[in-house]
C-alpha cells in the first residue's frame, strides 16, 4: 500500500488556467519531491523540499511552484498553463539519501 | 551531471526465462543505484538498492553493481507475465547527491 498519497488521479484543463495538485506522505520523511515524466517516460526532478526548504530547483519554468505547509505535505502550482505540461508528475517523499518511495502520479492533460 | 542510459529499450521473454537489464551511468563517484519497476496503474515500485560493488538479490530481482565499468544491471529470474513493466534504472547525482536522475527506462514483456 503506498504511503504516498496524490491528488487528483487525472485533470484535464484549458491552456493558460491554474491547476494545483496535492501530495502527502505518512512515512515520517524530511524530503519530498516532485519529478515530471514526459511522454517518452522519461523521468526528471522538478522540486525537492527538505524540512520545508526548497533544496533543488531543476531550472523549470516560473509558472510552477512548490508549496509546503509542513514536512509531510508538498503541493504543485501551475499557474498559466501551457501544452507541453502535459505529463504525469510524481511525487516522493524519503529520508536524506536513503530509499525514495514514489505516489501513483497526477495525469495531466492540457488542451 | 550524471546521465543514466538503459538498454535494450524493449524486450520479449517467455515466462520462466532469466531476463536481464542493463543500466549505465556516467559519474562513478555515485554511490547509490535502484532499480524501479512501474506499472501503469500502480506508480513507481522499488525493487532492489545497491550501494556497493557486487551483487544484491530481492527475492527474484537481482542487481549487479560495477562502478570501474560505470554498469549496473538487473536479473529477474523465472519472470511471470505479472511482471510486465516499464523497468527503471536511478542513480544518485554523485557521492553526495541526494536527487536521483532516472534512465528512460526498459519495457519488458513477458509471454506466457
Known amino acids: 500500500e503506498t504511503a504516498v498519497f496524490q491528488t487528483p488521479n487525472y485533470h484535464v484543463t484549458q491552456v493558460g488556467n491554474e491547476v494545483s495538485f496535492n501530495c502527502k506522505q505518512t512515512l515520517g520523511h524530511d524530503t519530498m519531491y516532485w519529478y515530471k515524466q514526459d511522454s517518452k517516460k522519461l523521468l526528471k526532478i522538478m522540486f525537492s523540499?527538505?524540512?520545508?526548504?526548497?533544496?533543488v530547483n531543476e531550472t523549470v519554468p516560473r509558472r510552477f511552484s512548490p508549496q509546503s505547509s509542513d514536512k509531510a505535505h508538498l503541493n504543485l502550482r501551475i499557474k498559466s498553463v501551457e501544452p507541453e505540461d502535459s505529463a504525469v508528475y510524481l511525487c516522493?517523499?524519503?529520508?536524506?539519501?536513503?530509499?525514495?518511495?514514489f505516489g501513483k502520479g497526477t495525469r495531466l492533460t492540457v488542451v | 551531471q550524471q546521465k543514466v542510459q538503459q538498454s535494450p529499450e524493449s524486450l520479449t521473454v517467455s515466462e520462466g526465462a532469466m531476463a536481464s537489464l542493463n543500466c549505465t551511468f556516467s559519474?562513478?563517484?555515485?554511490?547509490?543505484f535502484r532499480w524501479y519497476r512501474q506499472h501503469s496503474a500502480k506508480g513507481l515500485e522499488v525493487l532492489v538498492s545497491?550501494?556497493?560493488?557486487g551483487e544484491k538479490e530481492e527475492g527474484r530481482f537481482t542487481a549487479h553493481l560495477n562502478r570501474a565499468n560505470l554498469h549496473v544491471s538487473l536479473h529477474i529470474r523465472e519472470p511471470q507475465p505479472s511482471d510486465s513493466a516499464v523497468y527503471l534504472c536511478?542513480?544518485?547525482?554523485?557521492?553526495?547527491?541526494?536527487?536521483?536522475?532516472f534512465g528512460i527506462g526498459t519495457l519488458l514483456s513477458v509471454k506466457p
Open positions: 545497491i550501494f556497493s560493488d
Open positions: 523540499y527538505n524540512n520545508k526548504q526548497l533544496i
Open positions: 559519474d562513478g563517484t555515485s554511490n547509490n
Open positions: 536511478a542513480v544518485n547525482s554523485g557521492s553526495s547527491g541526494n536527487k536521483l536522475i
Open positions: 516522493a517523499s524519503s529520508f536524506t539519501g536513503v530509499e525514495v518511495f
